[in-house]
């Protein structure tokens, strides 16, 4: 069965119908229900091939919906910031990213580990589409208007390397910092990104 790619096309679409998915997913969970790929793409509307191209199965999805239950939308994050804020938004998107992996490293290591895995078998196809470069996008909303379009991706590209559980890892195990350092090392390192 064809992959779906989230690199192009109608991007907006694709990621409606995969938050669609991993929302269902969420709501059959809480409910202590047994989920399948099946089940929650009929619980959603969404016909059974269609949620095979985002999900691969089960347990990919299980894994994705179970995490996406511990993470906010950019309307919750930055709620109660004013748009023109940026440096309260990237000290918000610096905060909260911090205390999302550190409070669930082992469960985001464990994620990391099987998504790397997934990436190098072709057959069991490759998809990650998490909400760091949205929650960045919206962080970075006061110079969408005064950056250019290209300089604006590469920030945003950028910051994407430290809003990860990838980055926490190589912090840890190999820069052997402790989250209290890290923390630093993040700020230092993203508000030279943004704030030059």
Known sequence: MAKLSLDGGRIAQKLKTRETLIAVANTLLLQGKDISVELVAKEAGISKATAYRYFTGTEVLRREASLQLKAKTSDDLFANIPEKDLKARVNKLIDYHFELFTKNETEFRLFLSSVISESIHPKSGYSRAGRRIVLIEEALKPLRKTTDPATFKHMVNALS??????????????????????????????HRIVFG
């Open 161 to 190: 390397i430290f809003f990860g559980i990838e980055s926490i890892t190589v912090l840890k195990d190999l820069c052997k910092l402790d989250n209290e350092a890290i923390l630093e090392t993040w700020r230092w390192s993203v």
